[in-house]
Protein backbone atom coordinates (compact mmCIF):
# COMPACT_ATOMS: atom_id res chain seq x y z
CA UNK A 1 0.00 0.00 0.00
CA UNK A 2 2.56 2.34 0.84
CA UNK A 3 4.14 2.14 -2.77
CA UNK A 4 0.66 2.96 -4.33
CA UNK A 5 0.89 6.13 -1.93
CA UNK A 6 3.78 6.94 -3.37
CA UNK A 7 3.10 6.65 -6.63
CA UNK A 8 0.23 8.78 -6.31
CA UNK A 9 1.84 11.51 -4.57
CA UNK A 10 4.11 11.14 -7.09
CA UNK A 11 1.68 11.69 -9.68
CA UNK A 12 2.35 15.40 -8.44
CA UNK A 13 5.85 15.75 -9.34
CA UNK A 14 5.23 14.27 -13.16
CA UNK A 15 2.76 17.40 -13.73
CA UNK A 16 5.73 19.74 -12.04
CA UNK A 17 8.23 18.19 -14.28
CA UNK A 18 6.07 17.89 -17.67
CA UNK A 19 4.81 22.00 -16.78
CA UNK A 20 8.44 23.02 -16.44
CA UNK A 21 9.70 21.56 -19.27
CA UNK A 22 6.79 21.03 -22.27
CA UNK A 23 6.77 25.16 -22.62
CA UNK A 24 10.82 24.73 -24.41
CA UNK A 25 8.82 22.97 -26.92
CA UNK A 26 5.92 24.97 -27.72
CA UNK A 27 7.73 28.28 -27.93
CA UNK A 28 8.57 27.98 -31.77
CA UNK A 29 5.18 26.83 -32.46
CA UNK A 30 3.40 29.52 -30.40
CA UNK A 31 5.71 32.45 -32.07
CA UNK A 32 4.37 31.36 -35.37
CA UNK A 33 0.44 31.25 -33.94
CA UNK A 34 1.03 34.19 -32.11
CA UNK A 35 2.98 38.01 -32.10
CA UNK A 36 5.10 37.23 -28.84
CA UNK A 37 7.01 40.29 -27.45
CA UNK A 38 10.51 39.45 -25.04
CA UNK A 39 7.82 40.42 -22.46
CA UNK A 40 5.79 38.53 -23.45
CA UNK A 41 7.83 35.34 -23.40
CA UNK A 42 9.25 36.42 -20.03
CA UNK A 43 6.29 36.32 -18.57
CA UNK A 44 4.70 33.18 -19.92
CA UNK A 45 8.12 31.25 -19.06
CA UNK A 46 8.12 32.90 -15.71
CA UNK A 47 4.18 32.52 -14.96
CA UNK A 48 5.06 28.98 -13.26
CA UNK A 49 7.73 30.17 -11.00
CA UNK A 50 6.10 32.96 -9.74
CA UNK A 51 2.73 31.21 -9.22
CA UNK A 52 4.69 28.11 -7.35
CA UNK A 53 5.84 31.03 -5.09
CA UNK A 54 2.49 31.78 -4.11
CA UNK A 55 1.47 27.71 -4.17
CA UNK A 56 3.91 27.46 -1.24
CA UNK A 57 2.87 30.55 0.73
CA UNK A 58 -0.15 29.22 0.62
CA UNK A 59 0.55 25.35 1.09
CA UNK A 60 1.83 25.51 4.74
CA UNK A 61 -1.31 26.71 6.53
CA UNK A 62 -3.79 25.04 3.98
CA UNK A 63 -2.17 21.69 4.40
CA UNK A 64 -2.31 21.92 8.45
CA UNK A 65 -5.98 22.68 8.39
CA UNK A 66 -7.25 20.97 5.62
CA UNK A 67 -5.05 17.84 5.58
CA UNK A 68 -2.50 16.84 3.14
CA UNK A 69 -4.63 14.07 0.91
CA UNK A 70 -7.00 17.73 0.26
CA UNK A 71 -4.33 19.68 -0.64
CA UNK A 72 -3.16 17.41 -3.41
CA UNK A 73 -6.53 16.94 -4.63
CA UNK A 74 -7.03 20.39 -4.82
CA UNK A 75 -3.47 20.66 -6.99
CA UNK A 76 -4.98 17.85 -8.94
CA UNK A 77 -8.16 19.92 -10.10
CA UNK A 78 -5.59 23.04 -10.66
CA UNK A 79 -3.28 21.32 -12.67
CA UNK A 80 -6.18 20.00 -15.01
CA UNK A 81 -7.46 22.86 -15.48
CA UNK A 82 -4.38 24.79 -16.29
CA UNK A 83 -3.87 22.03 -18.72
CA UNK A 84 -6.98 22.39 -20.36
CA UNK A 85 -7.13 26.28 -19.89
CA UNK A 86 -3.51 26.59 -21.51
CA UNK A 87 -4.64 24.23 -24.85
CA UNK A 88 -7.80 26.14 -25.46
CA UNK A 89 -6.08 30.17 -24.92
CA UNK A 90 -6.48 32.86 -28.22
CA UNK A 91 -4.22 34.92 -26.28
CA UNK A 92 -0.97 35.25 -25.11
CA UNK A 93 -2.27 36.63 -21.96
CA UNK A 94 -4.13 33.50 -21.63
CA UNK A 95 -1.44 31.21 -21.66
CA UNK A 96 0.80 33.72 -18.66
CA UNK A 97 -2.82 33.39 -17.05
CA UNK A 98 -3.19 29.22 -16.96
CA UNK A 99 0.54 28.88 -16.47
CA UNK A 100 0.57 31.08 -13.07
CA UNK A 101 -2.53 28.16 -12.17
CA UNK A 102 -0.52 25.63 -12.81
CA UNK A 103 2.47 27.23 -10.74
CA UNK A 104 0.42 27.78 -8.37
CA UNK A 105 -0.48 24.00 -7.84
CA UNK A 106 2.94 23.25 -8.14
CA UNK A 107 3.99 24.70 -5.64
CA UNK A 108 1.29 22.93 -3.50
CA UNK A 109 2.31 19.49 -4.69
CA UNK A 110 6.01 20.41 -4.29
CA UNK A 111 5.73 21.02 -0.74
CA UNK A 112 2.67 18.56 0.16
CA UNK A 113 3.52 15.22 -1.94
CA UNK A 114 6.85 14.97 0.23
CA UNK A 115 5.01 15.55 3.17
CA UNK A 116 2.33 13.33 2.65
CA UNK A 117 4.93 10.27 1.88
CA UNK A 118 7.07 10.94 4.64
CA UNK A 119 4.47 10.89 7.29
CA UNK A 120 2.80 7.90 5.55
CA UNK A 121 6.20 5.91 4.84
CA UNK A 122 8.22 3.72 7.71
CA UNK A 123 11.12 5.04 8.61
CA UNK A 124 13.74 2.56 6.49
CA UNK A 125 12.12 3.39 3.68
CA UNK A 126 11.05 6.35 4.28
CA UNK A 127 14.07 7.73 1.72
CA UNK A 128 13.42 6.40 -1.10
CA UNK A 129 9.46 6.97 -0.66
CA UNK A 130 10.19 10.62 -0.82
CA UNK A 131 12.46 10.11 -3.76
CA UNK A 132 9.78 9.05 -6.01
CA UNK A 133 8.65 12.65 -5.96
CA UNK A 134 11.88 13.79 -7.58
CA UNK A 135 12.08 11.03 -10.01
CA UNK A 136 8.31 11.53 -10.97
CA UNK A 137 9.81 15.39 -11.81
CA UNK A 138 12.52 13.94 -14.31
CA UNK A 139 10.16 11.33 -15.79
CA UNK A 140 7.79 14.50 -16.29
CA UNK A 141 10.57 15.95 -17.95
CA UNK A 142 11.56 13.30 -20.41
CA UNK A 143 7.41 13.34 -21.15
CA UNK A 144 7.55 16.96 -21.95
CA UNK A 145 10.69 16.55 -24.09
CA UNK A 146 9.38 13.15 -25.89
CA UNK A 147 6.51 15.63 -26.72
CA UNK A 148 7.95 17.70 -28.18
CA UNK A 149 9.83 15.60 -30.25
CA UNK A 150 6.43 13.67 -31.14
CA UNK A 151 3.72 16.20 -31.68
CA UNK A 152 6.12 18.76 -33.79
CA UNK A 153 4.06 22.03 -34.12
CA UNK A 154 0.84 20.84 -32.27
CA UNK A 155 1.18 23.01 -29.22
CA UNK A 156 -2.49 22.97 -27.88
CA UNK A 157 -1.91 19.17 -27.57
CA UNK A 158 1.27 19.36 -25.91
CA UNK A 159 -0.55 21.44 -23.37
CA UNK A 160 -3.45 18.93 -23.16
CA UNK A 161 -1.94 16.55 -21.98
CA UNK A 162 -0.70 17.75 -18.95
CA UNK A 163 -4.39 16.87 -18.07
CA UNK A 164 -4.03 13.27 -17.80
CA UNK A 165 -2.01 13.01 -14.74
CA UNK A 166 -3.71 16.01 -13.03
CA UNK A 167 -6.98 13.91 -13.28
CA UNK A 168 -5.23 10.86 -12.35
CA UNK A 169 -3.57 12.65 -9.17
CA UNK A 170 -7.35 14.29 -7.58
CA UNK A 171 -8.82 10.52 -9.00
CA UNK A 172 -6.14 8.75 -6.95
CA UNK A 173 -6.53 10.86 -3.63
CA UNK A 174 -9.69 10.70 -3.42
CA UNK A 175 -9.83 7.00 -2.48
CA UNK A 176 -6.83 7.59 -0.35
CA UNK A 177 -6.78 8.42 3.46
CA UNK A 178 -4.58 11.06 4.97
CA UNK A 179 -1.61 10.17 6.72
CA UNK A 180 -1.84 9.25 9.82
CA UNK A 181 0.20 11.65 11.46
CA UNK A 182 -1.98 14.50 10.69
CA UNK A 183 -5.15 12.52 11.72
CA UNK A 184 -3.78 11.91 15.07
CA UNK A 185 -3.03 15.35 15.65
CA UNK A 186 -6.57 16.56 14.68
CA UNK A 187 -7.68 13.86 17.91
CA UNK A 188 -9.19 11.47 14.75
CA UNK A 189 -7.52 8.26 16.67
CA UNK A 190 -9.79 5.85 14.54
CA UNK A 191 -9.23 7.18 11.42
CA UNK A 192 -5.77 7.15 12.31
CA UNK A 193 -5.43 3.58 13.19
CA UNK A 194 -7.21 2.66 10.12
CA UNK A 195 -4.73 4.49 8.24
CA UNK A 196 -2.12 2.74 9.83
CA UNK A 197 -3.05 -0.66 9.76
CA UNK A 198 -4.08 0.04 5.97
CA UNK A 199 -0.22 1.39 4.98
CA UNK A 200 1.11 -1.68 6.59
CA UNK A 201 -1.05 -4.00 5.76
CA UNK A 202 -1.94 -5.31 9.39
CA UNK A 203 -5.33 -5.62 11.30
CA UNK A 204 -6.47 -2.74 12.71
CA UNK A 205 -5.92 -4.50 16.62
CA UNK A 206 -2.25 -5.53 15.71
CA UNK A 207 0.18 -5.06 18.92
CA UNK A 208 1.83 -3.07 15.76
CA UNK A 209 -0.10 -0.54 15.35
CA UNK A 210 -0.59 0.26 19.20
CA UNK A 211 3.00 1.10 19.39
CA UNK A 212 3.25 3.14 16.58
CA UNK A 213 0.41 5.03 17.01
CA UNK A 214 1.19 5.36 20.87
CA UNK A 215 4.42 6.97 19.17
CA UNK A 216 2.74 9.43 17.45
CA UNK A 217 0.39 10.36 20.35
CA UNK A 218 3.50 11.12 22.65
CA UNK A 219 4.85 13.22 20.55
CA UNK A 220 2.43 14.89 19.58
CA UNK A 221 0.90 15.84 23.33
CA UNK A 222 4.41 18.11 23.96
CA UNK A 223 2.93 20.36 21.25
CA UNK A 224 0.39 23.37 22.24
CA UNK A 225 -2.65 23.12 20.54
CA UNK A 226 -2.70 26.71 19.03
CA UNK A 227 -2.08 27.22 15.38
CA UNK A 228 1.73 26.97 14.73
CA UNK A 229 3.28 30.39 13.68
CA UNK A 230 6.23 31.39 11.17
CA UNK A 231 8.18 32.82 14.06
CA UNK A 232 8.47 29.66 15.75
CA UNK A 233 10.99 28.51 12.77
CA UNK A 234 13.20 30.88 14.07
CA UNK A 235 13.06 29.61 17.91
CA UNK A 236 16.26 28.09 19.35
CA UNK A 237 15.18 24.68 19.10
CA UNK A 238 14.03 24.42 15.67
CA UNK A 239 16.62 26.87 13.91
CA UNK A 240 18.54 24.17 13.39
CA UNK A 241 16.02 21.75 10.99
CA UNK A 242 15.31 25.47 9.03
CA UNK A 243 18.92 25.69 8.57
CA UNK A 244 19.43 22.16 6.97
CA UNK A 245 16.15 22.26 4.85
CA UNK A 246 16.90 26.05 3.60
CA UNK A 247 20.37 25.21 3.32
CA UNK A 248 19.91 22.43 0.75
CA UNK A 249 17.64 24.45 -1.05
CA UNK A 250 20.19 27.02 -1.38
CA UNK A 251 23.06 24.78 -2.49
CA UNK A 252 20.93 23.06 -5.10
CA UNK A 253 20.45 26.08 -7.09
CA UNK A 254 23.62 27.79 -6.44
CA UNK A 255 24.71 24.25 -7.92
CA UNK A 256 23.41 25.89 -10.89
CA UNK A 257 21.19 23.28 -12.24
CA UNK A 258 19.15 25.57 -13.95
CA UNK A 259 21.53 27.45 -15.92
CA UNK A 260 23.56 24.17 -16.73
CA UNK A 261 19.69 23.26 -18.43
CA UNK A 262 19.34 26.31 -20.07
CA UNK A 263 23.46 26.08 -21.35
CA UNK A 264 22.93 22.26 -22.45
CA UNK A 265 21.99 23.70 -26.04
CA UNK A 266 24.48 25.80 -26.76
CA UNK A 267 27.27 22.95 -25.27
CA UNK A 268 26.26 20.23 -27.62
CA UNK A 269 26.16 23.00 -30.83
CA UNK A 270 29.66 23.31 -30.20
CA UNK A 271 30.41 19.78 -29.66
CA UNK A 272 28.75 19.41 -33.27
CA UNK A 273 25.35 18.92 -32.95
CA UNK A 274 24.13 21.80 -35.35
CA UNK A 275 20.91 20.43 -36.60
CA UNK A 276 17.76 21.14 -34.32
CA UNK A 277 16.62 17.46 -34.70
CA UNK A 278 19.92 16.08 -33.35
CA UNK A 279 20.03 18.67 -30.80
CA UNK A 280 16.74 17.76 -29.27
CA UNK A 281 18.03 13.83 -29.37
CA UNK A 282 20.80 14.62 -27.23
CA UNK A 283 18.74 16.84 -24.83
CA UNK A 284 16.29 13.98 -24.71
CA UNK A 285 19.03 11.76 -24.31
CA UNK A 286 19.68 14.32 -20.91
CA UNK A 287 16.51 13.42 -20.15
CA UNK A 288 17.46 9.64 -19.94
CA UNK A 289 20.58 10.01 -18.09
CA UNK A 290 18.74 12.41 -15.14
CA UNK A 291 16.03 9.67 -14.43
CA UNK A 292 18.07 6.96 -14.66
CA UNK A 293 20.97 8.43 -12.15
CA UNK A 294 17.62 9.49 -10.06
CA UNK A 295 16.85 5.84 -9.94
CA UNK A 296 20.44 4.97 -8.72
CA UNK A 297 20.06 7.40 -6.08
CA UNK A 298 16.81 6.46 -4.43
CA UNK A 299 18.49 2.48 -4.81
CA UNK A 300 21.24 4.45 -2.44
CA UNK A 301 19.51 6.60 -0.14
CA UNK A 302 18.90 4.54 2.36
CA UNK A 303 21.80 1.86 2.03
CA UNK A 304 24.52 4.86 2.24
CA UNK A 305 22.55 7.39 4.51
CA UNK A 306 21.77 11.04 3.30
CA UNK A 307 24.98 12.65 4.57
CA UNK A 308 27.26 10.37 2.48
CA UNK A 309 25.01 10.54 -0.56
CA UNK A 310 25.17 14.24 -0.34
CA UNK A 311 28.96 14.52 -0.21
CA UNK A 312 29.34 12.29 -3.18
CA UNK A 313 26.90 14.46 -5.15
CA UNK A 314 28.69 18.02 -3.77
CA UNK A 315 32.05 16.54 -5.25
CA UNK A 316 30.84 15.17 -8.20
CA UNK A 317 29.36 18.20 -9.14
CA UNK A 318 32.12 20.31 -8.41
CA UNK A 319 34.35 18.38 -10.36
CA UNK A 320 32.17 18.22 -13.59
CA UNK A 321 31.16 21.96 -13.59
CA UNK A 322 35.07 22.55 -13.33
CA UNK A 323 35.30 20.78 -16.60
CA UNK A 324 32.18 22.68 -18.33
CA UNK A 325 34.41 26.00 -16.63
CA UNK A 326 37.07 24.77 -18.65
CA UNK A 327 35.78 24.53 -21.72
CA UNK A 328 33.46 27.06 -21.76
CA UNK A 329 36.52 29.60 -21.32
CA UNK A 330 38.64 28.28 -24.27
CA UNK A 331 37.84 27.98 -28.37
CA UNK A 332 39.44 24.60 -28.53
CA UNK A 333 36.89 22.25 -30.17
CA UNK A 334 39.11 19.39 -27.62
CA UNK A 335 37.80 21.19 -25.04
CA UNK A 336 34.63 21.74 -26.02
CA UNK A 337 34.67 17.88 -25.94
CA UNK A 338 35.74 17.53 -21.80
CA UNK A 339 32.50 20.49 -21.51
CA UNK A 340 30.27 18.26 -22.89
CA UNK A 341 31.18 14.86 -20.93
CA UNK A 342 31.40 17.42 -17.80
CA UNK A 343 27.90 17.65 -18.41
CA UNK A 344 26.59 14.40 -18.72
CA UNK A 345 28.38 13.91 -15.56
CA UNK A 346 27.22 16.73 -13.79
CA UNK A 347 23.42 15.48 -14.43
CA UNK A 348 24.43 12.18 -13.27
CA UNK A 349 25.70 13.64 -10.12
CA UNK A 350 23.07 15.85 -9.11
CA UNK A 351 20.61 13.47 -9.87
CA UNK A 352 21.91 10.85 -7.88
CA UNK A 353 22.20 13.45 -4.74
CA UNK A 354 21.16 17.23 -5.19
CA UNK A 355 18.14 16.62 -6.68
CA UNK A 356 16.15 14.28 -4.67
CA UNK A 357 17.74 14.79 -1.00
CA UNK A 358 16.72 18.73 -0.43
CA UNK A 359 13.14 17.20 -1.09
CA UNK A 360 13.80 14.21 1.14
CA UNK A 361 15.06 15.87 4.52
CA UNK A 362 12.88 19.04 4.37
CA UNK A 363 10.31 16.21 4.84
CA UNK A 364 12.05 14.91 7.66
CA UNK A 365 13.83 17.81 9.72
CA UNK A 366 10.67 19.38 10.96
CA UNK A 367 9.07 19.01 14.38
CA UNK A 368 5.53 17.67 13.09
CA UNK A 369 4.02 21.08 14.81
CA UNK A 370 5.66 23.25 12.40
CA UNK A 371 6.24 20.48 9.44
CA UNK A 372 4.17 21.85 6.71
CA UNK A 373 5.20 25.55 7.66
CA UNK A 374 8.33 24.57 7.86
CA UNK A 375 8.26 22.70 4.29
CA UNK A 376 6.46 25.80 3.14
CA UNK A 377 9.29 28.22 4.19
CA UNK A 378 11.68 25.83 2.10
CA UNK A 379 10.30 25.82 -0.98
CA UNK A 380 9.26 29.14 -0.89
CA UNK A 381 13.48 29.37 -0.68
CA UNK A 382 13.61 27.01 -3.51
CA UNK A 383 11.28 28.68 -5.63
CA UNK A 384 12.56 32.50 -5.13
CA UNK A 385 16.28 31.01 -5.55
CA UNK A 386 15.36 29.13 -8.61
CA UNK A 387 13.94 32.61 -10.01
CA UNK A 388 17.45 34.39 -8.50
CA UNK A 389 19.58 32.13 -10.03
CA UNK A 390 17.90 32.49 -13.76
CA UNK A 391 17.13 35.99 -13.77
CA UNK A 392 21.05 36.70 -13.07
CA UNK A 393 22.77 34.13 -15.31
CA UNK A 394 22.82 36.69 -18.25
CA UNK A 395 24.32 39.62 -15.89
CA UNK A 396 26.79 37.28 -14.72
CA UNK A 397 27.75 36.09 -18.25
CA UNK A 398 27.89 39.53 -19.66
CA UNK A 399 30.04 40.25 -16.22
CA UNK A 400 32.47 37.67 -15.77
CA UNK A 401 32.05 35.20 -18.52
CA UNK A 402 30.90 31.75 -18.97
CA UNK A 403 33.40 29.90 -17.95
CA UNK A 404 33.66 32.33 -14.49
CA UNK A 405 29.81 31.48 -14.06
CA UNK A 406 30.05 27.76 -14.29
CA UNK A 407 33.25 28.05 -11.46
CA UNK A 408 31.53 29.93 -9.05
CA UNK A 409 29.11 27.09 -9.21
CA UNK A 410 31.51 25.09 -8.41
CA UNK A 411 32.98 26.76 -5.33
CA UNK A 412 29.28 26.64 -4.03
CA UNK A 413 29.61 22.95 -4.53
CA UNK A 414 32.45 23.00 -2.45
CA UNK A 415 30.76 25.00 -0.10
CA UNK A 416 28.12 22.01 0.32
CA UNK A 417 30.76 19.71 1.29
CA UNK A 418 31.54 21.34 4.31
CA UNK A 419 27.88 22.53 5.06
CA UNK A 420 26.85 18.75 4.88
CA UNK A 421 29.42 17.76 7.35
CA UNK A 422 29.03 20.91 9.45
CA UNK A 423 25.15 20.90 9.88
CA UNK A 424 23.52 17.93 8.34
CA UNK A 425 21.90 15.06 10.72
CA UNK A 426 21.97 11.65 9.17
CA UNK A 427 18.25 10.97 8.99
CA UNK A 428 18.40 7.65 7.62
CA UNK A 429 16.33 4.85 9.06
CA UNK A 430 15.41 7.26 12.14
CA UNK A 431 11.64 7.73 12.92
CA UNK A 432 10.41 10.84 12.68
CA UNK A 433 9.43 11.16 16.44
CA UNK A 434 13.34 10.63 17.12
CA UNK A 435 14.20 12.63 14.80
CA UNK A 436 12.21 15.80 16.64
CA UNK A 437 13.24 14.47 19.77
CA UNK A 438 16.69 14.72 19.25
CA UNK A 439 16.27 18.29 17.87
CA UNK A 440 14.00 19.61 20.70
CA UNK A 441 16.43 18.24 23.04
CA UNK A 442 19.27 20.95 22.12
CA UNK A 443 21.97 18.43 21.15
CA UNK A 444 23.61 19.55 17.95
CA UNK A 445 21.55 18.48 15.44
CA UNK A 446 24.28 17.12 13.36
CA UNK A 447 25.09 14.36 15.35
CA UNK A 448 22.04 12.51 15.15
CA UNK A 449 22.64 8.84 13.67
CA UNK A 450 20.62 6.16 12.92
CA UNK A 451 20.13 3.26 15.86
CA UNK A 452 22.99 0.75 16.52
CA UNK A 453 22.61 -2.93 15.49
CA UNK A 454 21.87 -4.53 18.47
CA UNK A 455 22.79 -1.42 21.41
CA UNK A 456 20.46 1.27 22.66
CA UNK A 457 21.87 4.51 21.83
CA UNK A 458 20.78 8.05 21.83
CA UNK A 459 17.84 7.66 18.99
CA UNK A 460 16.76 4.69 20.64
CA UNK A 461 16.68 6.05 24.13
CA UNK A 462 15.02 9.38 22.26
CA UNK A 463 12.95 6.83 20.15
CA UNK A 464 11.63 5.55 24.12
CA UNK A 465 9.69 8.66 25.01
CA UNK A 466 6.80 7.26 23.21
CA UNK A 467 6.28 4.99 25.78
CA UNK A 468 3.17 6.29 27.66
CA UNK A 469 4.41 7.43 30.97
CA UNK A 470 1.16 6.21 32.60
CA UNK A 471 1.84 3.69 31.16
CA UNK A 472 5.06 2.31 32.88
CA UNK A 473 3.91 1.57 35.90
CA UNK A 474 1.38 -1.59 35.05
CA UNK A 475 4.37 -3.12 32.23
CA UNK A 476 7.01 -2.60 35.49
CA UNK A 477 4.31 -4.17 37.44
CA UNK A 478 4.01 -7.17 34.98
CA UNK A 479 7.39 -7.20 34.90
CA UNK A 480 8.37 -7.98 38.27
CA UNK A 481 5.65 -10.83 38.37
CA UNK A 482 8.58 -12.71 36.57
CA UNK A 483 10.77 -11.64 38.54
CA UNK A 484 12.77 -13.83 41.68
CA UNK A 485 12.64 -10.61 43.90
CA UNK A 486 8.84 -9.83 43.51
CA UNK A 487 8.02 -10.36 47.21
CA UNK A 488 10.25 -7.16 48.21
CA UNK A 489 10.14 -5.16 45.09
CA UNK A 490 5.97 -4.97 44.87
CA UNK A 491 5.69 -2.48 47.73
CA UNK A 492 7.48 -0.24 46.10
CA UNK A 493 6.29 -0.08 42.30
CA UNK A 494 5.10 3.11 41.77
CA UNK A 495 8.59 4.91 42.68
CA UNK A 496 10.36 2.09 40.76
CA UNK A 497 8.20 2.73 37.67
CA UNK A 498 9.27 6.51 38.14
CA UNK A 499 12.79 5.44 38.45
CA UNK A 500 13.11 3.14 35.17
CA UNK A 501 11.05 5.87 32.95
CA UNK A 502 13.78 8.29 34.04
CA UNK A 503 16.61 6.41 33.16
CA UNK A 504 17.30 6.33 29.29
CA UNK A 505 18.54 2.49 29.31
CA UNK A 506 16.00 1.23 31.31
CA UNK A 507 13.39 2.80 29.40
CA UNK A 508 14.89 1.71 25.84
CA UNK A 509 14.53 -1.97 27.23
CA UNK A 510 10.77 -1.15 28.30
CA UNK A 511 9.81 0.50 24.87
CA UNK A 512 11.22 -2.87 22.92
CA UNK A 513 9.13 -4.61 25.08
CA UNK A 514 5.82 -2.44 24.83
CA UNK A 515 6.57 -2.44 20.61
CA UNK A 516 7.34 -6.44 20.64
CA UNK A 517 4.97 -8.05 22.98
CA UNK A 518 0.87 -8.37 22.86
CA UNK A 519 0.89 -6.45 26.16
CA UNK A 520 -0.19 -3.05 25.30
CA UNK A 521 -3.47 -4.73 23.40
CA UNK A 522 -4.16 -7.61 26.00
CA UNK A 523 -2.70 -6.25 29.68
CA UNK A 524 -0.53 -10.35 29.98
CA UNK A 525 2.98 -10.62 29.67
CA UNK A 526 4.71 -13.78 29.42
CA UNK A 527 8.72 -14.26 30.24
CA UNK A 528 9.42 -15.02 27.37
CA UNK A 529 8.49 -11.46 26.16
CA UNK A 530 11.53 -9.80 27.59
CA UNK A 531 13.91 -11.89 25.26
CA UNK A 532 17.14 -10.32 25.26
CA UNK A 533 16.48 -7.12 27.60
CA UNK A 534 16.24 -9.61 30.69
CA UNK A 535 19.37 -9.22 31.41
CA UNK A 536 18.85 -5.42 31.64
CA UNK A 537 15.62 -5.01 33.70
CA UNK A 538 17.39 -7.90 36.20
CA UNK A 539 20.71 -6.03 37.09
CA UNK A 540 18.33 -2.67 37.36
CA UNK A 541 15.48 -4.40 39.69
CA UNK A 542 18.27 -6.68 41.23
CA UNK A 543 20.01 -3.36 42.41
CA UNK A 544 16.81 -2.02 43.78
CA UNK A 545 16.27 -4.86 46.19
CA UNK A 546 19.59 -4.81 47.56
CA UNK A 547 18.92 -1.32 48.02
CA UNK A 548 15.54 -1.94 49.95
CA UNK A 549 14.34 -1.59 53.39
CA UNK A 550 12.63 -4.70 53.82
CA UNK A 551 16.48 -6.43 52.56
CA UNK A 552 18.40 -3.82 54.62
CA UNK A 553 16.22 -4.58 57.75
CA UNK A 554 17.13 -8.54 57.08
CA UNK A 555 20.43 -7.77 57.04
CA UNK A 556 20.68 -5.62 59.99
CA UNK A 557 18.40 -8.56 62.10
CA UNK A 558 21.53 -11.44 60.73
CA UNK A 559 23.93 -9.36 62.47
CA UNK A 560 26.02 -7.96 59.51
CA UNK A 561 28.29 -5.00 59.98
CA UNK A 562 30.61 -3.60 57.63
CA UNK A 563 33.23 -5.32 59.68
CA UNK A 564 32.01 -8.54 59.81
CA UNK A 565 30.04 -8.89 56.42
CA UNK A 566 29.59 -13.08 56.96
CA UNK A 567 28.33 -12.61 59.87
CA UNK A 568 24.63 -13.00 58.39
Given at each position: MIYLVAALAGLAGILFGFDEGIIAGALGPLRGAFTISPLDEGLMTAAVPLGALFGAMLAGRAAERYGRRAMLMAAGILFTLGAVGASMITAIWMLSAARLALGVAVGIAAMVAPLYISESAPPAKRGVLVAVYQLAITLGILLAYLANFGLGDAWRSMFLLGALPGIALFVGMFFMRDTPRWLQARGRTGEARAALARLHGLPPSDARIDAELAQIAQAGQTESRDVARW?????????????????????????????????????????????????????????????????????????????????????????????????????????????????????????????????????????????????????????????????????????????????????????????????????????????????????????????????????????????????????????????????????????????????????????????????????????????????????FLEHIHYASPEFLASVREGGATPGNPNAH
Amino acid sequence: MIYLVAALAGLAGILFGFDEGIIAGALGPLRGAFTISPLDEGLMTAAVPLGALFGAMLAGRAAERYGRRAMLMAAGILFTLGAVGASMITAIWMLSAARLALGVAVGIAAMVAPLYISESAPPAKRGVLVAVYQLAITLGILLAYLANFGLGDAWRSMFLLGALPGIALFVGMFFMRDTPRWLQARGRTGEARAALARLHGLPPSDARIDAELAQIAQAGQTESRDVARWRELAAPAVRPALIVAMGLFLLQQLSGINAVIYYAPTVFKEAGFDSHSTGLMATIGIGIVNVLMTVVGMLLIDRIGRRRLLAVGFVGTAVSLSMISIGAMTESQSLDVVATIGLVLYIAAFAVSLGALPWVMMAEVFPRRVRSLGMSAATLANWGLNFLVVFLFPVLIATIGLGGVFAVFALACLTGIWFTLRYVPETSGVPLEVIEAHLLSGLPFHQLRPESAGRPNAAAAEASLALPREKTGALVAAIVMHNPYRSTLTPMLPRIAELAYENHQIRTALYAIWQDSAFARTGTLRASDLSAHKGTIWRFLEHIHYASPEFLASVREGGATPGNPNAH
